[in-house]
């Protein structure tokens, strides 16, 4: 079974920090996606890869970074957080495109930013 | 504007009737739709999908049917349990790596 682990189920921090949101899977998944999730919106891509330090821009990057070094684990980065990065994020990850097969997501991690 | 929408927040139905979700889309080009389940302080888990070649897909108590013209999904839920309570999202797929995901529409089943 596909498991997608993310470091922290909570997190809090202040405006102006550093947030690091570490997502790791273990099924040689070619990609992996970094999503927030808000009421009343969904799910909304923020970054994905496909290949180890590949990355493309979802529908909102704008301050937000990401790392992949490694092929089983996907960093998002907040490089200096405000108020509306408050959400809950999921990371997923899927077999390569074109085989058709489903994103299988991790539980999420729930951040406010004070 | 979002490309995927789901209009019905919620849904109430009885224990042993059908439940119908339904998603609409804009982008033509989508090829591959899904729906995941989400309960709360959970990830959402895939539960069914279907290509765009095809029309209809079935999977135990679940169908997902897919009108290209109408640009219309949904799912048929047959017959409802308490344990389908969760919150649905549709999703679709352009250019083999990109979902777009609707809002979610939140299932309560009733014993």
């Known amino acids: 079974d596909v498991k997608v682990t993310q470091s922290s189920r909570y997190l809090v921090k202040r405006t102006g920090e550093k947030v690091f949101l570490e997502c790791v899977q273990d099924?040689?998944?070619?990609?992996m996606f970094w999503y927030r999730q808000d009421p009343g919106l969904g799910l909304r891509l923020i970054y994905f890869s496909y290949d180890v330090k590949m990355k493309e821009k979802g529908d909102i990057p704008e301050g937000y970074s990401v790392s992949r070094e490694k092929k089983e684990r996907f960093s998002l980065i907040l490089e200096s957080a405000s108020t509306n990065q408050t959400s809950m994020y999921l990371c997923?990850?899927?077999?390569?495109?074109?085989?058709?097969?489903?994103?299988?997501f991790g539980d999420g991690t729930r951040l406010s930013i004070l | 504007d979002q490309q995927v929408k789901q209009n019905s927040p919620s849904l109430s139905v009885q224990e042993g009737r059908i439940s119908i979700l339904n998603c609409d889309y804009t982008n033509s080009m989508f090829d591959y739709f899904l729906w995941y389940k989400k309960y709360p302080a959970e990830g959402p888990t895939f539960l069914i999908s279907?290509?765009?070649?095809?029309d209809k897909n079935e999977d135990g108590r679940f169908t997902v049917f897919l009108n290209k013209s109408a640009k219309h999904l949904s799912l048929h839920i047959v017959p409802s349990q308490p344990g389908d309570s969760a919150v649905y999202f549709c999703a679709s797929r352009y250019n083999f790596n990109k979902f777009y995901f609707g809002s979610g529409t939140k299932l309560n089943v009733k014993p």
């Open positions: 099924m040689d998944h070619e990609n």
């Open positions: 997923a990850s899927s077999l390569e495109g074109r085989r058709n097969q489903p994103q299988h």
């Open positions: 279907i290509s765009s070649i095809k």
